[in-house]
């Protein structure tokens, strides 16, 4: 890894911070600033709520889909476990009569 990617991989740190500040104030003026910060704050806010809700659905439709897997699952099992008890009962029966 070079030194070109920590920064990118771990955010601005030191000058660039300093240089990302310089250049806000030059574009919005430092009054401006504090208002922008707390739109971005909220902004974020926001977007992890909806991410939260859309992760709260989205276990909720894990859970809705899981039970009737399950079901059916079961359901299938003990219908593989009959028709192995019912074809045993049948090889049994014909080898009897086999024998006879």
Request: hydrophobic content about 40%.
């Given at each position: 890894?070079?030194?070109?990617t920590?920064?990118?991989?771990?955010?601005?740190?030191?000058?660039?911070?300093?240089?990302?500040?310089?250049?806000?104030?030059?574009?919005?003026?430092?009054?401006?600033?504090?208002?922008?910060?707390?739109?971005?704050?909220?902004?974020?806010?926001?977007?992890?709520?909806?991410?939260?809700?859309?992760?709260?659905?989205?276990?909720?439709?894990?859970?809705?889909?899981?039970?009737?897997?399950?079901?059916?699952?079961?359901?299938?099992?003990?219908?593989?476990?009959?028709?192995?008890?019912?074809?045993?009962?049948a090889?049994?029966?014909?080898?009897?009569?086999?024998?006879?």
């Amino acid at each position: 890894m070079n030194n070109m990617t920590l920064p990118v991989l771990f955010g601005p740190v030191g000058p660039e911070m300093l240089i990302i500040l310089g250049v806000l104030v030059l574009l919005f003026g430092a009054q401006r600033i504090p208002k922008l910060a707390n739109s971005v704050g909220r902004s974020l806010g926001s977007f992890k709520k909806g991410r939260q809700e859309v992760e709260d659905e989205l276990k909720e439709i894990e859970t809705e889909v899981k039970e009737p897997v399950t079901e059916v699952k079961s359901e299938v099992n003990e219908a593989s476990k009959e028709l192995e008890r019912e074809t045993e009962t049948a090889v049994n029966t014909v080898e009897e009569t086999i024998e006879k």
